[in-house]
């Protein structure tokens, strides 16, 4: 039977995943989808082998340094890990929650950290119950603004119910790739946000138009109906004196019930606009399988993998 060695304690294993084992021995790690998305269970191996399952989603510089998700990993032989996250976290100060739609919450945040648009990080209510959400806003902006659904979850229930503006709380150190640089200022892109995945894709838009591009700029807003659709008004606010940018929102149901929606499958309608990718940029946030399933279209439209970003996330409560 395999044995994890962690904070110098001999753990085993069994036939469970390290984040089971360790949670079985009462050691205590972060966690949130569990699926491995959104990457709050991660850990460092300092003895022992990986299987590719356990970096699935890491960036190089995460495996190169032998990170791996805790969720996803069952070893085979001994290992010995080290757990990270709570040496990342920081404190944040509550400054805004604002109800943008009855689905809805919109949050702000001051906290002494480096991000970009389109990140993410995990919000703490404590020190061991999180939820990942991706960064909406600028660093010029001052704050980290967050978006949540209002599903009266352990996180967002708390958040817009119980902390209050003025009150501290803990967040992970901002991560992830998906966001804009400026040394991509002449290449067309195609943003594509389902449900609050539009939070990212707005984030990343407003850099791009922040740091001048100049190539085409399409963004798919996406939901099941248009009452589900919410930044519409800011997005189509965003300045384009140029013309270059074009906000497309798509439904799969009730088009009629907003101007300019079409009604149609997100994965057919990038398709038939887009039948050639080839040095397009391509940002796809929403829930995995959708995103995982259009980053593969992606690439066979002629995407090159290294142009295409990707923010996945369950909906977990």
């Given at each position: 039977?395999?044995?994890?060695?962690?904070?110098?304690?001999?753990?085993?294993?069994?036939?469970?995943?390290?984040?089971?084992?360790?949670?079985?021995?009462?050691?205590?790690?972060?966690?949130?989808?569990?699926?491995?998305?959104?990457?709050?269970?991660?850990?460092?191996?300092?003895?022992?082998?990986?299987?590719?399952?356990?970096?699935?989603?890491?960036?190089?510089?995460?495996?190169?340094?032998?990170?791996?998700?805790?969720?996803?990993?069952?070893?085979?032989?001994?290992?010995?890990?080290?757990?990270?996250?709570?040496?990342?976290?920081?404190?944040?100060?509550?400054?805004?929650?604002?109800?943008?739609?009855?689905?809805?919450?919109?949050?702000?945040?001051?906290?002494?950290?480096?991000?970009?648009?389109?990140?993410?990080?995990?919000?703490?209510?404590?020190?061991?119950?999180?939820?990942?959400?991706?960064?909406?806003?600028?660093?010029?902006?001052?704050?980290?603004?967050?978006?949540?659904?209002?599903?009266?979850?352990?996180?967002?229930?708390?958040?817009?119910?119980?902390?209050?503006?003025?009150?501290?709380?803990?967040?992970?150190?901002?991560?992830?790739?998906?966001?804009?640089?400026?040394?991509?200022?002449?290449?067309?892109?195609?943003?594509?946000?389902?449900?609050?995945?539009?939070?990212?894709?707005?984030?990343?838009?407003?850099?791009?138009?922040?740091?001048?591009?100049?190539?085409?700029?399409?963004?798919?807003?996406c939901a099941g109906e248009p009452g589900?659709?919410?930044?519409?008004?800011?997005?189509?606010?965003?300045?384009?004196?140029?013309?270059?940018?074009?906000?497309?929102?798509?439904?799969?149901?009730?088009?009629?019930?907003?101007?300019?929606?079409?009604?149609?499958?997100?994965?057919?309608?990038?398709?038939?606009?887009?039948?050639?990718?080839?040095?397009?940029?391509?940002?796809?946030?929403?829930?995995?399988?959708?995103?995982?399933?259009?980053?593969?279209?992606?690439?066979?439209?002629?995407?090159?993998?290294?142009?295409?970003?990707?923010?996945?996330?369950?909906?977990?409560?």
């Amino acid at each position: 039977m395999p044995v994890i060695t962690c904070q110098e304690r001999r753990i085993a294993c069994g036939d469970d995943d390290v984040l089971h084992s360790l949670e079985r021995a009462g050691i205590e790690i972060p966690s949130s989808c569990r699926t491995g998305h959104c990457q709050s269970c991660l850990a460092q191996l300092k003895q022992g082998e990986l299987t590719a399952r356990a970096q699935r989603g890491l960036n190089e510089r995460q495996r190169a340094l032998n990170y791996f998700l805790t969720c996803q990993y069952r070893p085979r032989d001994d290992i010995e890990i080290e757990l990270l996250d709570t040496h990342s976290r920081r404190h944040a100060t509550l400054v805004e929650k604002h109800v943008l739609d009855s689905r809805v919450l919109r949050v702000r945040l001051e906290a002494e950290v480096d991000w970009r648009a389109g990140q993410y990080l995990t919000l703490w209510r404590n020190t061991k119950r999180g939820r990942v959400y991706s960064i909406a806003s600028l660093p010029a902006e001052g704050c980290i603004e967050l978006h949540m659904r209002r599903r009266g979850g352990q996180i967002s229930g708390w958040v817009e119910h119980q902390l209050q503006v003025g009150e501290e709380c803990a967040i992970s150190l901002p991560r992830g790739d998906c966001y804009y640089s400026p040394a991509m200022p002449g290449q067309p892109l195609v943003l594509v946000g389902i449900g609050t995945g539009l939070s990212p894709v707005y984030g990343v838009l407003k850099q791009a138009l922040a740091d001048g591009h100049h190539g085409e700029i399409t963004l798919y807003a996406c939901a099941g109906e248009p009452g589900q659709l919410y930044l519409l008004r800011e997005l189509r606010a965003l300045d384009d004196d140029a013309g270059r940018l074009n906000i497309i929102p798509v439904v799969r149901r009730q088009a009629a019930q907003l101007d300019g929606a079409l009604q149609a499958d997100i994965t057919q309608l990038l398709a038939h606009n887009h039948p050639s990718l080839r040095g397009h940029l391509v940002y796809l946030c929403g829930t995995p399988a959708l995103v995982a399933h259009l980053q593969y279209q992606s690439f066979m439209q002629g995407a090159h993998h290294s142009d295409i970003f990707c923010d996945p996330f369950e909906f977990a409560q």
